[in-house]
Structure formats: structure tokens, C-alpha cells
């Protein structure tokens, strides 16, 4: 097998008396989705913010890419290709939607420092964002004003400019979250086609959801992982059953 | 055409035509207010680029106002004591050339900024302001007490700096200078903002994380924004120093800063020709509430608040509604 695109080696974090994460090991394999679940209050988003570069984790350390990235800020894992989405919808909400993407296009390419061509008439940012607009399906939107688009379009929108950065691996906190039944269904097979170009590391609360999607899923209880295995091995693992799903599994 | 073109066209027009017309009726008083108000421009054009598209509150653009100011004072007194500047190790002469103020002006107050801002961009919000307006005051207090160059009372220079082909004492020939400032300045403000560093700024003002998940470092950003708006005010202040033929602490003072961001606030925040109105503007109500009481302050201070509370855009805001570039 190939080494795994991200792997997390041991990462602990503690805010005072609070352990939130404790010695963690997880890894993202291309091709895969692997779903990260946990009760409220677990330290999923800590997590995702260690692995992003948010948090400084207290020991251990984040491999992306055969590369220990521990010590880099968020921008540089960026730049390696780590893409992240936020659980609350991070945008630059008076731009227009093309001028979102394009910004994730501008960021990837790096020259940032320029100050005489306008960037709106950039021919190959264009096109790499319109591309991502496509893939979302938000081509039609591109004129409006982000601050105008409903909940679940500013979903597509952060996947969008995701998607301009070339990503090697996708950090997706709650992408269903609030997005009501149709979409959901959409934003989940769209997820399902990109896993095979982009694996995915997904928190995500809509158990249905993550049984129908995840290669992987990996249960986070207190800070600690309980337990990692395919969609059916969690379903029946006792553990889990106790700790987490209860009776709604049985339901 | 948008309305806001017209507005920034009609702008320029009034400021190339209402100079033309007091040299008519022989009103030289009338083109030294205009070119006031278009130095004045030039400084708010300055702070509005940190404060308009990167969110920068500073309070102490006054430092680098007075920067440019001290840079042609101290330059040109030495010219005119015949005086070296510096003899060890290599020696510097004084001069009265302006493209050489203008360029040890820009250069200056650039690097100050640079400097200041790297210290003072670890912070944000309110401890910005206070510490922008803290290095300001340190400024301020150091030119108060440097007996070499005036100290408290400043610096007299006795004849407008020169510049090729022109004879600077005329008022129409300094303001051309002034106006051809204020429009290569405009044009690369307008420039800037619609390229590439534009965009990654105005996002780092909307939304931080955004500009780190697309690979980017906001204080980068910001450290390059702040140093040309600092560069551009120093710019502005060596030209109100050649206009007054004097310089003084008084360039320093925190009511400076106060007034530059009244400039850019009047005018309308963000709006690239935005602190051109509100200069205009304030020399406007300075001139005609300045001749109806001595208490002018407290008139301007209420249609500020009026400005504040009832139209956030300034000027622009209110004139073309909430329209914002997006081309």
C-alpha cells in the first residue's frame, strides 16, 4: 500500500485540566473519504484546526505529503495543497462569487505582489476558477455577491475555491451542516466523485450521511479515538455503540 | 457610465477648473486653498489605501505626514545655510531640488512605516489604533525637542524648493505640480486595487482565514500596504511643507492624524477617489465656516457626526449609493 497523503502521529493538546485531544493517530489514504464522528465537545474541530495549522498541538506532530509539517503556518500548508473548509462558511462575503475563486486561484499561483494588471482580467485565473465554479455548479452564480447566495451555495463556494488550489487532500469540518435534504444530496455525490481525485478528511454529524459516503470512519469520544474501521466495523463495534450512537443505532 | 466615474471625473474637473478660473479673476489666495486641499487629498488617498482596502485603522499617519515634511525642511535648510547635512562618513549637501525631496521624502516616510508597521501590525482593533497614534506622539515630542532643527518653533525655508522649467512662487505653476501628484497617485491607487495585491488585501480585511486557506499571510499583506500608504502621506507632507514654506512639529500632532482620517471618512471609506472629496470638502467648510465663527470646529465636528451615524459611505456613500467596484 501507499503511504498515506496525511498522517497524524500522536498529537496531543491540552488547554488547562482539558485534554482534548489525546495521543491521536489518524491518516487520510488517496482515494479515500475518511469520516471523523464524535459527540459534541469531542475535539473534532480542535483537531482539524492542529491539522491545519490553526493550533499548535503540545506533542506529536502532521505529515502531509512525506513532509513533517508541524512547525508551518496554516499559509504554507496551503501552499503544499492541504485545503480546508470552515464549519461556518469563510468568505469574502462582498465580493462576487467569481472574485472568491479567483482569489483561491491567485493564492495558489503566489504572485501576489503585483499592482498594476487588474487581476479580473486574468485570463488563466479565470479559468481555473471558472473551472472550479463548474465542477460545483455555481457557473451561473458567478456574478453574484457572495453575501447574497443562500447557506448551502456558500458551501459549493468554499468546496470551489478549494478546488483552485490544486489540493492534495480536503479538511471538510460539517460541510452538510444546515444545508437541508436536496442539498445535502447533492454536495454528497458530489463528494463521492471528487474522493477519487482529492481524499477527503471529513467531520461530519449527518450520520446517514457518513455511513453512505466514508471509506473510513474514525470515532472520536473525549478527546480520544475509541476506534477506527470500515463503515460496518464501527456500526458493530460495542464501543462505539455505547460511547457514541446508543440507541440511535439500533433505531 | 456608473455613477461613481462621474463622480470621480467631476471631481478632477473641478479641481482643474476652479484654479484656472481664480487665475482669471486674479484670486491667488483662492488657488493656495485648492492646493490644500488637493496636498490634503494626497494624504487621505494615502491613508485610505491602508484604511480603506486593508481595514487599517491608523491613528498616526501624522508620523509619516510629518516625516515627508521634516525630509524638505531639513533638506532645504541646509541648502539654504549652506551647510552640509552630514560630513562623516561621506558628505551629504542640503538641496532645493524637489524630485530629490520628493524621492528622500518618499523613500523616508516608507521606511519609517515600514518599520512602524512591523511592529505595530502584531496588533489589531483598538490597541492598532492607540499604538499608531503612540508612535506618532513619539514623533511628535522628538521634534519638539531637537533644538537643530527648530525645536518647538520649526523651520523656516525662505524660497519654494525648485523644479525644472518652472517658477515654483507662482501659485498655478505649484499647484500643476500638486494636481499632477494627486493624479499619479489616484492612478496608482486605482491601479493597485483592481490587481492582484488589491484583491488579496481587500480579502484579508474581509476575512483572515479566508486569505491563510487560499495560502496567503495577512500580516505580509498589510506590512506592504501600510508602507506605501505611509509613502504616500510623507509624499504630501513634503509638498504642504513646500507649500507653506515651513515646517514645525505641528505636522507631527495627533490632530493631523485626526484630520487625515477625517479627509478619508468625510470622503467615503474604500472609495479610491473617496478622500479627495472629503479634502475638498473640509478646506470647503474651513473656508466658509472658518469666516462665520471662530468656533468652525464645532460645526464640522457635528456634520462628522452627522456623516458617521447617517451616511457610513461619506460623501460617495451618499451620492452613489451602496454600489461598490466590482469589475
Same mark, same amino acid.
Given at each position: 500500500?501507499?503511504?498515506?497523503?496525511?498522517?497524524?502521529?500522536?498529537?496531543?493538546?491540552?488547554? @488547562?485540566?482539558?485534554?482534548?485531544?489525546?495521543?491521536?493517530?489518524?491518516?487520510?489514504?488517496?482515494?479515500?473519504?475518511?469520516?471523523?464522528?464524535?459527540?459534541?465537545?469531542?475535539? $473534532?474541530?480542535?483537531?482539524?484546526?492542529?491539522?491545519?495549522?490553526?493550533?499548535?498541538?503540545?506533542?506529536?506532530?502532521?505529515?502531509?505529503?512525506?513532509?513533517?509539517?508541524?512547525?508551518?503556518?496554516?499559509?504554507?500548508?496551503?501552499?503544499?495543497?492541504?485545503?480546508?473548509?470552515?464549519?461556518?462558511?469563510?468568505?469574502?462575503?462582498?465580493?462576487?462569487?467569481?472574485?472568491?475563486?479567483?482569489?483561491?486561484?491567485?493564492?495558489?499561483? =503566489? %504572485?501576489?505582489?503585483?499592482?498594476?494588471?487588474?487581476?479580473? $482580467?486574468?485570463?488563466?485565473?479565470?479559468?481555473?476558477?471558472? !473551472?472550479?465554479?463548474?465542477?460545483?455548479?455555481?457557473?451561473?452564480?458567478?456574478? &453574484?455577491?457572495?453575501?447574497? !447566495?443562500?447557506?448551502?451555495?456558500?458551501?459549493?463556494?468554499?468546496?470551489?475555491?478549494? !478546488?483552485?488550489?490544486?489540493?492534495?487532500?480536503?479538511?471538510?469540518?460539517?460541510?452538510?451542516?444546515?444545508?437541508?435534504?436536496?442539498?445535502?444530496?447533492?454536495?454528497?455525490?458530489?463528494?463521492? @466523485?471528487?474522493?477519487?481525485?482529492?481524499?477527503?478528511?471529513?467531520?461530519?454529524?449527518?450520520?446517514?450521511?457518513?455511513?453512505?459516503?466514508? %471509506?473510513?470512519?474514525?470515532?472520536?469520544?473525549?478527546?480520544?479515538?475509541?476506534?477506527?474501521?470500515?463503515?460496518?466495523?464501527?456500526?458493530?463495534?460495542?464501543?462505539?455503540?455505547?460511547?457514541?450512537?446508543?440507541?440511535?443505532?439500533?433505531? | 457610465?456608473?455613477?461613481?466615474?462621474?463622480?470621480?471625473?467631476?471631481?478632477?474637473?473641478?479641481?482643474?477648473?476652479?484654479?484656472?478660473?481664480?487665475?482669471?479673476?486674479?484670486?491667488? *489666495?483662492?488657488?493656495?486653498?485648492?492646493?490644500?486641499?488637493?496636498?490634503? /487629498?494626497?494624504?487621505?488617498? =494615502?491613508?485610505?489605501?491602508?484604511?480603506?482596502?486593508?481595514?487599517?485603522?491608523?491613528?498616526?499617519?501624522?508620523?509619516?505626514?510629518?516625516? @515627508?515634511?521634516?525630509?524638505?525642511?531639513?533638506?532645504?535648510?541646509?541648502?539654504?545655510?549652506?551647510?552640509?547635512?552630514?560630513?562623516?562618513?561621506?558628505?551629504?549637501?542640503?538641496? $532645493?531640488?524637489?524630485?530629490?525631496?520628493?524621492?528622500?521624502?518618499?523613500?523616508?516616510?516608507?521606511?519609517?512605516?515600514?518599520?512602524?508597521?512591523?511592529?505595530?501590525?502584531?496588533?489589531?482593533?483598538?490597541?492598532?489604533?492607540?499604538?499608531?497614534?503612540?508612535?506618532?506622539?513619539?514623533?511628535?515630542?522628538?521634534?519638539?525637542?531637537?533644538?537643530?532643527?527648530?525645536?518647538? %518653533?520649526?523651520?523656516?525655508?525662505?524660497?519654494?524648493?525648485?523644479? /525644472?522649467?518652472?517658477?515654483?512662487?507662482?501659485?498655478?505653476?505649484?499647484?500643476?505640480?500638486?494636481?499632477?501628484?494627486?493624479?499619479?497617485?489616484? =492612478?496608482?491607487?486605482?491601479?493597485?486595487?483592481?490587481?492582484?495585491?488589491?484583491?488579496?488585501?481587500?480579502?484579508?480585511?474581509?476575512?483572515?482565514?479566508?486569505?491563510?486557506?487560499?495560502?496567503?499571510?495577512?500580516?505580509?499583506?498589510?506590512?506592504?500596504?501600510?508602507?506605501?500608504? =505611509?509613502?504616500?502621506?510623507?509624499?504630501?507632507?513634503?509638498?504642504?511643507?513646500?507649500?507653506?514654506?515651513?515646517?514645525?512639529?505641528?505636522?507631527?500632532?495627533?490632530?493631523?492624524?485626526?484630520?487625515?482620517?477625517?479627509?478619508?471618512?468625510?470622503?467615503?471609506?474604500?472609495?479610491? *477617489?473617496?478622500?479627495?472629496?472629503?479634502?475638498?470638502?473640509?478646506?470647503?467648510?474651513?473656508?466658509? !465656516?472658518?469666516?462665520?465663527?471662530?468656533?468652525?470646529?464645532?460645526?464640522?465636528?457635528?456634520?462628522?457626526?452627522?456623516?458617521?451615524?447617517?451616511?457610513?459611505?461619506?460623501? &460617495?456613500?451618499?451620492?452613489?449609493?451602496?454600489?461598490?467596484?466590482? %469589475?
Amino acid at each position: 500500500m501507499t503511504d498515506p497523503v496525511l498522517s497524524v502521529e500522536g498529537i496531543c493538546k491540552a488547554f @488547562g485540566a482539558l485534554e482534548a485531544s489525546r495521543n491521536i493517530d489518524i491518516d487520510l489514504r488517496s482515494g479515500e473519504i475518511h469520516a471523523l464522528i464524535g459527540p459534541n465537545g469531542a475535539g $473534532k474541530s480542535t483537531l482539524i484546526s492542529q491539522i491545519a495549522g490553526a493550533l499548535q498541538p503540545d506533542s506529536g506532530r502532521v505529515v502531509f505529503g512525506g513532509q513533517d509539517v508541524t512547525a508551518m503556518s496554516t499559509a504554507a500548508r496551503s501552499r503544499l495543497g492541504m485545503a480546508r473548509t470552515f464549519q461556518i462558511s469563510s468568505l469574502a462575503m462582498e465580493y462576487t462569487v467569481l472574485q472568491n475563486v479567483v482569489l483561491g486561484a491567485l493564492g495558489a499561483r =503566489g %504572485d501576489v505582489f503585483r499592482f498594476f494588471r487588474p487581476v479580473m $482580467k486574468d485570463r488563466a485565473l479565470l479559468e481555473r476558477a471558472s !473551472l472550479a465554479l463548474q465542477k460545483v455548479g455555481l457557473e451561473e452564480f458567478r456574478a &453574484f455577491r457572495t453575501s447574497e !447566495l443562500s447557506h448551502g451555495q456558500r458551501r459549493q463556494l468554499e468546496v470551489a475555491v478549494a !478546488l483552485t488550489l490544486e489540493p492534495k487532500a480536503f479538511l471538510m469540518d460539517e460541510p452538510m451542516a444546515g444545508l437541508g435534504a436536496e442539498g445535502s444530496q447533492r454536495l454528497m455525490g458530489f463528494l463521492d @466523485g471528487l474522493r477519487h481525485q482529492t481524499p477527503i478528511l471529513l467531520i461530519e454529524h449527518d450520520m446517514d450521511a457518513v455511513f453512505a459516503l466514508a %471509506d473510513r470512519i474514525s470515532v472520536l469520544v473525549y478527546g480520544e479515538i475509541i476506534a477506527t474501521g470500515s463503515v460496518d466495523d464501527i456500526r458493530n463495534n460495542p464501543l462505539v455503540r455505547s460511547a457514541y450512537l446508543g440507541e440511535e443505532a439500533d433505531a | 457610465m456608473r455613477r461613481e466615474t462621474c463622480l470621480n471625473i467631476a471631481l478632477l474637473l473641478i479641481l482643474l477648473v476652479f484654479p484656472l478660473w481664480a487665475l482669471s479673476v486674479d484670486e491667488p *489666495f483662492l488657488i493656495t486653498l485648492t492646493t490644500r486641499a488637493v496636498i490634503f /487629498a494626497i494624504a487621505g488617498v =494615502g491613508l485610505n489605501f491602508a484604511l480603506g482596502l486593508g481595514g487599517l485603522v491608523s491613528f498616526g499617519h501624522a508620523a509619516f505626514f510629518g516625516v @515627508g515634511g521634516y525630509a524638505m525642511g531639513i533638506l532645504a535648510f541646509h541648502a539654504q545655510s549652506y551647510t552640509p547635512l552630514m560630513e562623516w562618513p561621506f558628505v551629504i549637501e542640503g538641496t $532645493k531640488s524637489m524630485l530629490v525631496i520628493w524621492v528622500v521624502a518618499i523613500i523616508v516616510s516608507g521606511v519609517v512605516a515600514l518599520g512602524l508597521g512591523a511592529l505595530s501590525l502584531r496588533t489589531s482593533g483598538v490597541y492598532f489604533i492607540m499604538i499608531t497614534l503612540a508612535f506618532a506622539q513619539m514623533f511628535y515630542y522628538f521634534a519638539i525637542s531637537w533644538p537643530a532643527y527648530g525645536g518647538e %518653533d520649526g523651520l523656516s525655508i525662505y524660497v519654494r524648493n525648485g523644479f /525644472a522649467g518652472l517658477n515654483t512662487m507662482v501659485p498655478i505653476q505649484f499647484y500643476a505640480i500638486c494636481y499632477a501628484w494627486l493624479l499619479a497617485v489616484l =492612478g496608482f491607487v486605482y491601479c493597485a486595487a483592481r490587481a492582484p495585491f488589491g484583491l488579496m488585501l481587500s480579502a484579508a480585511r474581509q476575512n483572515e482565514d479566508r486569505v491563510q486557506a487560499v495560502g496567503q499571510t495577512p500580516y505580509r499583506l498589510y506590512l506592504v500596504a501600510y508602507t506605501i500608504s =505611509g509613502a504616500i502621506t510623507g509624499l504630501a507632507g513634503a509638498l504642504f511643507a513646500d507649500l507653506n514654506r515651513f515646517v514645525s512639529p505641528t505636522m507631527f500632532s495627533w490632530q493631523t492624524s485626526g484630520e487625515i482620517m477625517i479627509f478619508v471618512i468625510l470622503g467615503g471609506v474604500g472609495r479610491v *477617489f473617496g478622500p479627495v472629496a472629503g479634502a475638498v470638502l473640509f478646506i470647503l467648510l474651513e473656508h466658509v !465656516l472658518g469666516g462665520l465663527s471662530a468656533f468652525w470646529h464645532v460645526y464640522l465636528g457635528a456634520i462628522l457626526l452627522g456623516v458617521v451615524l447617517f451616511a457610513r459611505g461619506g460623501v &460617495f456613500g451618499l451620492l452613489t449609493g451602496r454600489e461598490v467596484a466590482h %469589475d
